[in-house]
């Protein structure tokens, strides 16, 4: 609310009885100058009158995903652009469930998928649900694609039990919402790469490789949450872009040079996860090749090396690349680092199919002087660990940044 900026917040209740606190939530937003809409679920409206909301708001309340008079107004669509950010308070076990499948069954859950904004989710139910093994395991993966959680609290609750599980008050909620708390990367301007890269033999046909992208993306997601702004530049990819995150798409090396540099000015940290193709036909067919001879010789030249150019530039950001050996890790990791003057960079073994293409990955992290080992585990809980490093290195071995 920097400067007397008016934020957009859509607020997203859930089925539970600390509906009723939501109330609160929408005087204290409106105290601090947001302009709130109010999207309900059915089951909310047993709880409180969606007049309430719209009296306090004083903006009609939404619930209905097929609601034709609404819908020639704003749509679902365009209420989720509409959005600064999203708010779900009370974040109930069904609600918080049917996010972490992807369901899109209500206009609240069609609208999670449609935006762009930060989600906050306050949780509110029973002591014994909010520890059920299958809403810690919902709780954990949205927290993965970057939902923030507030709450829930220990205390009594309608039921008559003590536990955790009560919604988090709304002040608490007031400022998780406007004022996050600052992470390693708060304030920086974080340039990743990702995905493969495909060099274009014919107008169908490319060299390329196994690259998921999804180290890269998932770099990009815990960069967000340390508090980061992010522009990703990545090839094709096999998983989706996080949300809040800057994509800039782009098939093969030279436009991913090209993309790279039309965004390095004032970024503090480049991170060169994208699996690049080393080399390229020297002149793609403009026709589709035909099979008509029993050998084919592709005459290849070298593509431009992005990360030492990177880091080879002045300004230069702290420079972190990546490199997948199938034997001598840490000598061939070493020397690359010291050859292409990074600052850090991240190891690991791709023989026998490992981690190119794989949901999980394995690490070593060497720097001048240093290193540290991650064991195999999901790439979306190696990423954080990761970018904490990271900001570690930055923040114990400063180069001259943009922002610094």
């Known amino acids: ?19 009723y606190k939501a109330c609160e939530l929408v005087r204290r937003l409106r105290d601090a100058n947001c302009e709130v809409r109010v999207v309900m679920t059915r089951a909310a409206s047993a709880f409180v009158s969606p007049l309430s909301f719209q009296a306090l708001s004083g903006l009609p309340v939404r619930s209905d995903l097929l609601d034709a008079e609404a819908e020639s107004g704003m749509d679902h669509i365009a209420l989720a652009r509409w959005a600064d950010r999203v708010v779900i308070a009370p974040a109930t076990a069904d609600l918080m469930a ?29 002591r014994v649900m909010w520890a059920h093994p ?15 959680t507030v709450g829930p609290e220990h205390g009594d609750q309608a ?17 998780a919402l406007l ?38 993306v998932a770099l990009a997601a815990a960069a967000r949450d340390a508090g980061a702004r992010i522009c990703l530049v990545h090839g094709p990819l096999a998983v989706p872009v996080p949300p809040g995150v800057k994509a800039v798409a782009v098939d093969c090396a030279a436009s991913m040079r090209t993309a790279v540099f039309e965004h390095l000015e004032g970024v503090d940290l480049f991170i060169a996860a994208a699996a690049v193709a080393d080399y390229r036909p020297r002149e793609p067919a403009s026709r589709k090749l035909k099979k008509d ?20 530039h002045r300004p230069r950001p702290f420079v972190v690349g990546f490199a997948a050996e199938t034997h001598d890790l ?20 791709v023989s026998a199919g490992r981690a190119i293409g794989t949901p999980d990955n394995a690490l070593t992290v060497f720097w001048p002087g240093g290193e540290r080992g991650f064991a195999a585990q999901p790439k979306e809980t190696l990423a954080p660990a990761l970018i904490r490093l990271i900001a570690e290195r930055m923040a114990e071995a400063p180069v001259t940044t943009p922002s610094s």
């Open 1 to 19: 609310m920097a400067n007397g900026q008016t934020l957009k917040i859509l607020l997203g209740v859930g089925g539970g009885i600390a509906a």
């Open 98 to 126: 049917r996010m972490a499948t992807g369901l899109a069954d209500d206009l609240l859950t069609t609208l999670c998928l449609a935006t762009e904004a930060p989600i906050l989710l306050a949780p509110a139910m029973n």
């Open 134 to 148: 299958a809403t810690q395991a919902n709780h954990r993966l949205l927290v993965t694609r970057g939902v923030r």
């Open 159 to 175: 039921c008559g039990e003590h536990g955790a599980g009560r919604m988090a008050e709304p002040a608490a909620i007031l400022q």
């Open 179 to 216: 004022d996050p708390p600052p992470g390693p990367l708060s304030g920086k301007q974080v340039l990743i790469t990702a995905g493969p890269t495909h060099e274009a033999i014919d107008p169908v046909r490319f060299i390329g490789n196994r690259s998921s992208g999804r180290m890269g």
């Open 293 to 312: 001879t029993q050998t084919l010789t592709l005459d290849l030249v070298r593509n431009p090396d992005i990360l030492a150019e990177v880091a080879a």
């Open 330 to 349: 840490h000598r061939h990791a070493r020397a690359k680092l010291e050859r292409k003057g990074l600052d850090m960079i991240a190891a690991n073994d």
